[in-house]
């Protein structure tokens, strides 16, 4: 029994590791400063969906492992907007409601970001993505066309980098500028 609760969890602590690294890189000054995103609750949000996704693309289709971490980072990520919640007192009978608002954004953004992205990417339609969703202004595509960049600058640098450093938690993400 106690074998079990130390047992190594090597998935789930790069999920963590992977979780923090899109957290941290998600609230680089720069998105909001250069980049023009505004700092509120539902743009961090935004910005935290998209650091987690590109990580999940890149985990994507590369083996039974890289399945297991991006299912763990998206745990993680889950338990975390969960947690958040909670902190934001919203109350234990109003919890799973909102996470399933939540879980719908999130999976629509995922379906959204794979047919902006996929096969080729569509700058305009990646652009008019993050408009809706990041800048929460249909009308921004302009604006957010430097963040679209970012996006797919990002998508590249995780695609080169060799994938244990990414499972170990260490993406390799781009300057946002």
Do not use: C
């Amino acid at each position: 029994m106690l074998h079990k609760l130390f047992k190594s969890r090597p998935r789930r602590d790069a999920g963590e590791r992977l979780y923090a690294a899109a957290v941290a890189q998600a609230r680089r000054p720069e998105f909001y400063t250069a980049l023009g995103v505004e700092d509120r609750i539902d743009a961090r949000f935004e910005l935290y969906t998209l650091h987690v996704i590109l990580l999940m693309r890149r985990l994507r289709g590369q083996g039974e492992g890289a399945g297991e971490t991006a299912q763990a980072l998206f745990d993680e990520y889950v338990g975390a907007l969960d947690d958040a919640l909670r902190e934001l007192g919203v109350g234990d009978l109003s919890v799973a409601k909102k996470m399933r608002k939540l879980g719908e954004a999130i999976y629509g953004r995922i379906k959204a970001y794979d047919e902006a992205l996929d096969p080729q990417p569509d700058h305009a339609a990646l652009a008019a993505l993050i408009a809706r969703t990041v800048f929460a202004d249909e009308a921004a595509a302009e604006r957010a066309g430097p963040l679209a960049d970012y996006v797919l600058r990002a998508g590249e640098a995780l695609a080169a980098q060799p994938l244990p450093e990414v499972m170990e938690g260490k993406p390799a993400w781009p300057e946002p500028r």
